[in-house]
């Protein structure tokens, strides 16, 4: 089992930018895929963004591609999600997950972290 604890998350204008991050437990984390996810209220949480092991493969949402960056310190054991030109739907509770491979459900996951985006 992985611990995920996310940090980073706030209040910024519409076009400003943020950097979240997802501290990891675990002597295993660089195997783990990692991924962000965002849940809105009344809607269905959905990923946002994906990164392998290795970093070597990467998924974006449409909404986010070209402002948003997944990327791993697998040294540091942390995951980034680097959000740039934000708009008020990007509002959500951001959340951090992990798996063990690409081909396995989702395990652990994060707390989660406000995120709120003022117009």
């Known amino acids: 089992q992985v611990q995920l604890v996310e940090s980073g998350g706030g209040l910024v204008q519409a076009g400003g930018s943020l950097r979240l991050s997802c501290a990891a437990s675990g002597r295993t984390f660089s195997s783990y895929v990692m991924g962000w996810f965002r849940q809105a209220p009344g809607r269905e949480r959905e990923l946002v963004a994906r990164?392998?092991?290795?970093?070597?493969?990467?998924y974006y949402a449409d909404s986010v591609k070209g402002r948003f960056t997944i990327s791993r310190d697998n040294a540091k054991n942390t995951v980034y999600l680097q959000m740039n030109s934000l708009k008020p739907e990007d509002t959500a509770v951001y959340y951090c997950?992990?798996?063990?491979?690409?081909?396995?459900?989702?395990?652990?996951w994060g707390q989660g972290t406000q995120v709120t985006v003022s117009s």
């Open positions: 990164i392998t092991g290795s970093s070597l493969n990467t």
């Open positions: 997950a992990s798996r063990p491979s690409i081909a396995t459900s989702w395990a652990d």
